[in-house]
Each structure stands twice: as C-alpha cells, then as structure tokens.
C-alpha cells in the first residue's frame, strides 16, 4: 500500500488536528524565513547606501599614538601607546593631501562637529547637527546646492534644517545663531537620501575655519579623501599613509576605506539577523514537540490497525516509515504554509520600509529542510513506539 496515500488520508481526515499540530511549525518557518529575508534585505539596502555615497572614499580618523624608542617596547610590535589622546589631525594636513598631485588622491576634507545649538534669532532652537568642513566635502559627497552658494562665508543649510528653521519661507540672505554668534545664509542643500553615518539634510555646514574659530579648536575630527576610483583606493591609502606619517611620526591616525566600513556594518547586520532568527527557531522546536505529542496520540488511536498490519506481514521498518511519512508530511505542509506567509509578510514590510528585502531561494530550501528535519526528528519517538508494538497486543486493544 502507498506510504504517502497512508499518510495523506490520515492527515486529511484529522483536518482540523492536523492545522493545529502544523500551527507551530507554521509560526517558527514564517518568523525565521521572513527575519533572514528582511535581514538579507537591509544588508542589500546598506550596500546600495555605500556605493552610492561612494566606494572611493577613506576616512583618516585620530587614534592612539605609537613611539618607537631602544630598550622602552611595550604592547605589539614594540609600541608603546597612550591613552586619552586628542585628535592632532589639522587643517594643513588636510592642504597636505590635496597639493599632494598624487593621481589617486582626487580631494580632501577635514570635517569637525560643533557642539553648539543651531536657531533663528528669538526662536527656540532646532534639532540639527552642526559641522564645519572644507569646501570639497560637497563634491566628496556629492552634495548638490538648490539655492545660493557653497563657497560663502556663512552657513550652508540641509533642507530639513531650512525648512525647520524658516517653514516655507526663503532661507537665503537670513540670520541665524550659533550659540550666540550671528551668521547669514549662504546657502541651501538640495533634499538628499541619508547614508550610513551622513544624513545632509538634518545637518548646518560652516566653512572649515569658521567652524575652528567658533569651537576653540584648532584640529579636525577626521578627513575624508576621495580616491580617484574604487579600483585605485588601495594606491590613495598607501599616498595618504605615506603623506601623514610624514607629518605624523608617532602614527596617532588611522585609515578607514569605504569597504572595510561596509563589512563591519554587513558583519554586525548579519551577526544579529541570526540571533533573532535563532530566537524565532524556538517557535520551530515548539512545533516540532507539537507534531511529536500529536503523533504519539495517532499511534494509540491506531493500535488495531498496526496490529492488523503486522499480521499481514508489515515488518517493523515498513511501520517506522508510515508514522515518519505522516509526521514529515504535516511538517513539511507547516513549512510550505509558513514560506508562503513570509513570502507574503517580507514583500509589504520591505515595500513599507524601503528595503530590497524579498525571498530568495536558499530561503526557501533552508526552511523545507528544516520542516523536513523537524518532521524526522520529532517522528522518530512515536514511529519507533508503534513499531514495536506486538500483534496480539495491538490487536487485543479497543
């Protein structure tokens, strides 16, 4: 007789049971295949963010200083470092790199933050970031002007910003307070998509020096460098070592490409994706214990028809198979049910949020191997249990 017909017939006359031992399996596919798929879609949607900002890009960031000296090694390499160190980057550094006439070192930047409250003249202030760059961050960053200039003496506004600060009302030509100094408009950002670590919008740009002046400061936070192309990064990393160790001796910076970026970003995205994938397996145990239980209590509903086959000559593996079938079968149809759910859930999320997160195939294969594996798993207890049970016992039993 057809293991499957078996199978099937027994699952399908059982309907309203066999939804609900399938429930379990349905809830942890679905919470696993639609986390790994809006977990794949956000990685997509994070790479898309850096290509676009620019794959060329290497950032110079402080970091500890390291002294060689005869006879004083300490740590790695014979460095000794020191703790609480300011950045000692500087605007000149920056004119380093751009009179450097290397080819590969299109442009650099130096950008600080100023830790100041952007407002309007007897008005509150807004929630906006508050940077001073050089002029060739805009191009870096491919930041467009709407209105007026880049390359004024005054502040250079995000369309958030403007719009907080002015509601519909022109910008350009008015007044606004740093704390307590004074500046005029110059110009207006064209409203642009956010990216890791840069949102344009929500941000007030001041000429580098300005920003210096206003702060106390007299270095940078970090420089940005635009490599000639995404192919050349390596050779405008080794320039831009070369260039800063020569102003720097004691090494105190470090150099950070586009890319390695990305893949800490991806890795850290990835690293929870799984975590929380791993929370919604649970569901996916639980179900699996579900099928085990309700399998269990199939096979003594049906002790007279096992009975009734091992007298037929069934042998033990022919009914270890039967109750694997059956509990394979309602897994599997708990798999397929909650792979559909998550096809469905991770397109309108995705779309909802505006990620490129949809299924894919090895999502799909990842969640009918697990539904195979739970049905196998939690099978084997009660198939082994209605195997061994002996003809004149079974066939004695109501």
């Known amino acids: 007789m057809n293991t499957f ?57 402080p970091a500890l200083p390291h002294i060689h000296s005869k006879g004083h090694h300490s740590g790695f390499g014979g460095r000794k470092a020191f703790a609480n160190v300011p950045s000692t980057l500087t605007p000149s550094d920056v004119k380093a790199l751009n009179h450097s006439r290397h080819a590969v070192l299109r442009s650099a930047a130096g950008v600080i933050t100023v830790p100041s409250l952007l407002s309007r003249p007897n008005h509150h202030p807004v929630s906006a970031s508050i940077s001073g760059v ?40 008015q007044h606004v307070l740093i704390g307590k100094t004074q500046l005029i408009v110059t110009g207006i950002l064209r409203s642009t998509p956010s990216s890791p670590g840069l949102n344009p919008n929500d941000t007030a740009y001041l000429p580098l020096n300005t920003a210096l002046a206003l702060s106390g400061q007299k270095t940078v936070s970090q420089i940005i460098i635009s490599a000639s192309s995404a192919q050349n990064v390596s050779a405008a990393v080794t320039v831009a070592r070369r260039i800063l160790m020569f102003r720097h001796p004691s090494h ?9 970026i ?41 002790f007279r028809e096992i009975g009734i086959r091992k007298a037929l000559g069934a042998r033990d593996g022919d009914i270890v198979i039967q109750f694997l079938t059956e509990s394979v079968l309602l897994s599997v149809i708990g798999g397929i049910t909650g792979t ?22 090895g999502s799909v294969l990842t969640a009918v191997v697990f539904s195979i594996g739970v049905g196998v798993i939690f099978g084997v207890l009660p198939a082994i249990r209605a195997a061994r049970l002996m003809p004149a016992e079974a066939l004695r039993s109501d």
């Open 340 to 361: 559909i759910f998550a096809g469905i859930a991770t397109h309108v999320v995705g779309k909802l949020v505006g990620i490129p997160a949809n299924l894919t195939l």
């Open 134 to 173: 050089s002029l060739q961050f805009f191009s870096i960053q491919s930041l467009k002007i709407k209105t007026g200039t880049l390359a004024g003496r005054g502040i250079v506004l995000g369309s958030t910003v403007a719009k907080e600060l002015f509601n519909h009302h022109s910008a350009l030509g």
């Open 252 to 260: 105190n910076f470090k150099i950070i490409t586009s890319q390695q």
């Open 262 to 302: 990305l893949s800490t970003v991806i890795s850290t995205t990835r690293v929870i994706t799984d975590f929380l994938a791993g929370i919604a397996g649970i569901a996916l145990l639980v179900g699996g214990i579900g099928i085990m239980n309700i399998m269990l209590v199939t096979v003594s509903e049906r």
């Open 5 to 61: 017909a078996i199978a099937w017939d027994s699952v399908w006359h059982h309907r309203t049971r066999s939804f609900l031992t399938a429930l379990g399996i349905i809830i942890g596919v679905f919470a696993v295949v639609t986390l790994t798929s809006l977990g794949g879609g956000v990685q997509k949607y994070v790479n898309q963010k850096f290509v676009g900002v620019g794959a060329n890009l290497i950032t110079v960031m």
